[in-house]
């Protein structure tokens, strides 16, 4: 069975630019999560898709953004780039809530 | 607000030496706690499902513990492929639902 996939696995970006990451779930999950790993502040969460719609949000700003297609892959958004949104970008698929959740390699986005 | 804590923060153990790592939480109704390996440059890798105080699991040299206020991942006779970082996270049924990770616990086997 494939695993999580993510698009690119790394990109680099001009502070202002805006940048798209897309997340291929594994077959048959239908939640997809966004996180953001930094060393200072661990995995944070971003959002949650369930059946394209949003369901959960974590504490980010407006700039991040994402959506989810009807194949349940999922792409998210990040406009007007800044330095602090350097990191590496996960995401996880599951079955639906409370089910384990598997991750893929992520996207280490480097903005200058 | 939830909050997850791992101790400790980095461990070094000689190859063969058992150990355990904490997490402790505070959070409002737990539906679920994981444990997580992760590997340098990588994604995180499932490792355990707890649901309820008193419930183990194992899986080859680890096993995870639940109580009420925190979580126990033990690692018997560590081989150097072990070394990892460990993280715990939460799932809770209060409010706006999602996983709260810890910061994890860098575990260092020496051969």
């Known amino acids: 069975k494939a695993g999580v996939t993510q698009t690119p696995r790394y990109l680099i970006k001009t502070r202002g630019q805006q940048v798209t990451l897309s997340c291929s779930p594994i077959?048959?999950?239908?939640?997809v999560s966004w996180y953001q790993q930094t060393p200072g502040q661990g995995l944070q969460f971003l959002f949650e898709?369930?059946?394209?719609?949003?369901?959960n949000k974590g504490n980010f700003p407006g700039r991040f953004s994402g959506r989810q297609f009807s194949n349940s892959r999922s792409e998210m958004n990040v406009s007007t780039l800044e330095l602090g949104d350097s990191a590496l970008y996960l995401c996880?698929?599951?079955?639906?809530?409370?089910?384990?959740?598997?991750f893929g390699p992520g996207t280490r986005l480097t903005v200058t | 607000e939830d909050q997850v804590t791992q101790s400790p923060e980095a461990l070094r153990l000689q190859e063969g030496e058992s150990s355990s790592l904490n997490c402790s939480y505070t959070?409002?109704?737990?539906?679920?706690l994981f444990w997580y390996r992760q590997d340098p440059g990588k994604g995180p890798e499932f490792l355990f499902t707890?649901?309820?105080a008193g419930e183990e699991k194992e899986k080859e040299r680890l096993k995870a513990t639940l109580t009420k206020k925190e979580s126990f991942l033990h690692i018997t006779a560590p081989k150097p492929e072990d070394s990892a970082t460990y993280l715990c996270?939460?799932?809770?049924?209060?409010?706006?639902?999602?996983?709260?990770f810890g910061t994890g616990t860098r575990l260092t086997i020496i051969p």
């Open positions: 077959s048959g999950h239908r939640s």
């Open positions: 898709y369930f059946s394209e719609t949003q369901r």
């Open positions: 996270a939460v799932w809770t049924n209060f409010g706006n639902e999602k996983l709260t």
């Open positions: 996880a698929s599951s079955m639906d809530r409370a089910y384990e959740q598997y």
């Open positions: 959070v409002s109704g737990l539906r679920g």
């Open positions: 707890l649901y309820s």
